[in-house]
């Protein structure tokens, strides 16, 4: 499956944006999704994932209550929304998908979007 990831920018701290990941298979229900994010000199970090039909999440500590995970099968996308920015948030962020169960290793995950460069300034 294609993975194709959008909505990164540049943002002041304290605002929002809204990321999303569309696949290019209508089989994208089958798929548990997640997005993870790189800064630079660090490794890739898990942010957040949800199940197959989104009524189940999980979240790094870091993120929780300013980052919500959602999707929509009809539509094969998935969101992050994020809210409350911080500078630390700044990474290049990027979409993944597996068919077998939750993950928060991104070696266990089968398929990857480009990334997206969210930017936060102090």
């Known amino acids: 499956v294609q993975l194709q990831a959008s909505g990164g920018g540049l943002v002041q701290a304290g605002g929002s944006l809204r990321l999303s990941c569309t696949a290019s298979?209508?089989?994208?229900?089958?798929?548990?999704m997640a997005w993870f994010r790189q800064a630079p000199g660090k490794e890739r970090e898990f942010v957040a994932a949800i199940n197959r039909n989104g009524d189940s999440t999980n979240y790094v500590d870091s993120v929780k209550g300013r980052f919500t995970i959602s999707r929509i099968n009809a539509k094969n996308t998935v969101y992050l929304q994020m809210n409350s920015l911080k500078p630390e948030d700044t990474a290049v962020y990027y979409c993944?998908?597996?068919?077998?169960?939750?993950?928060?290793?991104?070696?266990?995950?089968?398929?990857w979007g480009q990334g997206t460069l969210v930017t936060v300034s102090s």
């Open positions: 298979r209508p089989t994208f229900s089958s798929y548990f």
């Open positions: 993944a998908a597996r068919r077998m169960g939750w993950s928060t290793s991104h070696y266990e995950y089968d398929y």
